[in-house]
């Protein structure tokens, strides 16, 4: 989910002094607990992270674009990457394959499908092949946060 | 990937024609007239198809040694021009458009029983004006059918709906509900029990789910009660 949804659905308030990114991803972190589900929130032009019973587990940064042509369906195209990216993942080697693992395959497809769908006009016209490898090429590595929690749900 | 792999994608939600106007400059004011840099055109969009369609392009140039097909479920009005727009597109995508347009009568919720969809030609396909304006973009969008999409009418056998599997090919099942905030059909519980449903009868499922925006502002539509079904 944005960042501008995941804050609807935890009625984040917005409204504070002390806004900052940090501190709506601990809002979202802390709501979403109880819920024990893989919450991956997109941050734009800073990529996405991963948040897992209260945790922020992964952060993926994603390669500037400075003039993106169209943003519209970056969303969708980021959870087309994720699911690529995270189902690959799976079919790749082994069905014992860490669950954080295929999520962080899933981060990086997501953020390069992401990224290269802003230069595109047009929210339902796929990248071209090439684009794609070139921002996974260029992508910062996957920060791996103090958190340790395990994934459970996933098989 | 291994040769053996199938991966069946099945994607659960929206379609909308995307109707783009850029002006010149500003919005006009109320009652006012604005100038368009470009004609206006017609693209297909809406959560679900776009991303079944970057999925089935990512699956066609990275996806070499694995078979895979990603069926979309949703509801369109295909005699409609914005409801053959969006089924030319998923033909040409490779995308299985399955159209849950039924009526409601209990029978046809079982299988693919094309006979029974509503052919109700006053709905039109779901359409939303995109209005760019210095780089921001307005949405203002008609449901229509889109309205008529129920938890209840989601097919959730979803080895009946995959040709290309077999008995020696070891299949992998993923569930992606898109659009959640745009179908109201989905909010009265009964998409819960058609999870339910998918889970029992393929254990090793993985289900996702992207909420999309809430245009009504309030962030519930019962989405925490499916969170328990949800991987990510």
Redesign the interface.
Known sequence: ??E??AK??S?YNNSSDKYSQSNLLDHIASF?EA??????VTLGSKGAVHIYNRDIIHQQETTPILNPID???A???F??????G???C???EDTDTDSNEM?KH?MK?GCA?GTS?IMVQ??????E?DS?EKILDSIPQLKESKGNAKRQ??? | MQNSMHLSINIIGDAFADIYCYLEGDMPSRGGDARLTQPIHKVPGGSGLNTATHLSSLLSNFGVNNTSNINLQTVINENDEYGKLLSNHCQKHNIRLINRRVSDIPACFFGTNESMQSNNEATSTGHCAVIVSKGERSFMTHLGTINEFEGEHILTNFQDLDSKSNTNTSVRQHAHIAGYFNITGFWDGKLKSKLEEMLKANQNMTISLVPQHDATEHWGGGLLDLLQYIDF
């Not at chain 1, 819920?35 to 991956?40: A, D, L």
């Not at chain 1, 047009?122 to 990248?127: N, T, V």
Request: aromatic share 12%; proline share 4%.
């Open positions: 989910m944005s501008v949804e609807g659905i009625k979403f819920y024990k589900v893989n919450v991956i943003p519209t369906g969303g969708d195209s959870a087309a990457g994720f699911l690529y995270y189902l690959s799976k079919t790749k999520i899933g497809y499908v769908s047009g929210a339902s016209i796929p990248s092949r794609i749900k996933v098989s």
